[in-house]
Nanobody
Framework: QVQLMESGGDSVQAGGSLRLSCAAS???????????MAWFRQASGKEREGVAV?????????ADSVKGRFTVSKDTAKTENTLYLQMNNLTPEDTAMYYC??????????????????WGKGTLVTISS
């Protein structure tokens, strides 16, 4: 199973920026460039929601709440992928634990969290007003 590890969470003021990273390791027989990787987040007292994804064809999809502010990208130059989330113009509503997740194949929009089979432990993002 693929192992995922997030980093980059921090506490910043509203209007600021953060860049999250997710390092993937443990690929076996499938092509790493096709591996679907996504960001989810869960705020206190709320359900986990999809934020952004790079699907198995390299296409990106975003939640409406982050469009125009967040940019997801995946570095496949190395043997093991790294997923990034550049977050700009942050608001207190972006405060959450951010999780990286992966699955062998996904396409057509943000995947449901139930469809992902590998998860990181999360990195905390706190935005103060």
């Amino acid at each position: 199973q693929v192992q995922l590890m997030e980093s980059g969470g921090d506490s910043v003021q509203a209007g600021g920026s953060l860049r999250l990273s997710c390092a993937a390791s443990g690929y076996t027989s499938y092509t790493s460039t096709d591996y679907c990787m996504a960001w989810f987040r869960q705020a206190s007292g709320k359900e986990r929601e999809g934020v952004a994804v790079v699907d198995s064809y390299g296409r990106t999809w975003y939640a409406d709440s982050v469009k125009g502010r967040f940019t997801v990208s995946k570095d496949t130059a190395k043997t093991e992928n790294t997923l990034y989330l550049q977050m700009n113009n942050l608001t207190p509503e972006d405060t959450a634990m951010y999780y990286c997740a992966g699955v062998l194949y996904c396409t057509g929009g943000l995947p449901a969290d139930s469809s992902m089979d590998s998860w990181g432990k999360g990195t905390l993002v706190t935005i103060s007003s």
